[in-house]
């Protein structure tokens, strides 16, 4: 049935109006976590609420922030190495990673390769949902440009740090590191950082605690390209630690 004018008109009034609170909610967020601790993301939302729709009222997703200072660099540079080899230099999108995925993609149907960037993935993480549609993409986008614009390339790593997942209700690098290595992130080793890193693609199916083989051979190669890009001076010569 095709909508009257008067009521397609009122739907468009209240798409205009999520649209606009959204984005009042978002732009504020935006600021104020330039420099607030992140308390929570929507991914740590998301996973929280489906626990407990399933039952599961033991799950808890939290994160406990810590400032760069109490991260290891070589956590950092791990990140980097593995998921964002040109972050310190672009403006939120890899564009030649971009056209290479799409190239990929269209050969290789089964096979889908994603081309994010850590300001990409920040942007998700903290106030989108998982899954694939064009309309997260395009929010997805927009929120890149806007923490790339208010936000340092620091405060930008700091934030992805603290609300990545590396594994079942494991959110933020210092619960990792607590969690798989019982030690603080600050203490973090170049071959513990790129195995948290190496879980990244996928925290779920890849076990810190139970590296399959493929993530052994992922963790070698992220050390590999750690030392490639520089070591542990990467990080000061860019000033991200």
Known sequence: MRLTRPRAGW????????????????????ALFSFLPVPFSAV???????RWFTGDVSYVAHSD???????????????????DQKFPEHWGFDIGAIEKAL???????????????????????LFLWDGRSWVRKGLEAGLTLGIETVWSKKRILTVYLN???FGEGVFGVEAAAQRYFRKPASRLTPSEAALLAAVLPNPI??????????????QAWIIRQMRQLGGEGYMQAHNLH
């Not at 290789?108 to 993935?121: D, E, F, K, M």
């Not at 890849?206 to 992922?218: D, I, L």
Request: no cysteine; net charge positive.
């Open 11 to 30: 739907m468009r009034r209240v798409v205009v109006r999520i649209l606009l609170v959204l984005a009042v909610f978002w732009g504020g967020g935006i």
């Open 103 to 125: 190239a990929h993609n269209e050969r290789n149907a089964s096979r889908v390769r994603g081309a994010s960037t850590l300001s990409q993935q920040t942007a998700k993480n």
């Open 163 to 165: 609300i990545a997942e």
């Open 44 to 50: 740590m939302i998301e996973r929280q609420l489906s």
């Open 205 to 218: 199916r890849f076990k810190a605690t139970a590296p399959s083989g493929y993530v052994r051979s992922r």
């Open 65 to 83: 922030w810590v400032s760069m200072d109490e991260i290891s660099p070589w956590m950092g540079l791990a990140v980097i190495a593995a998921e």
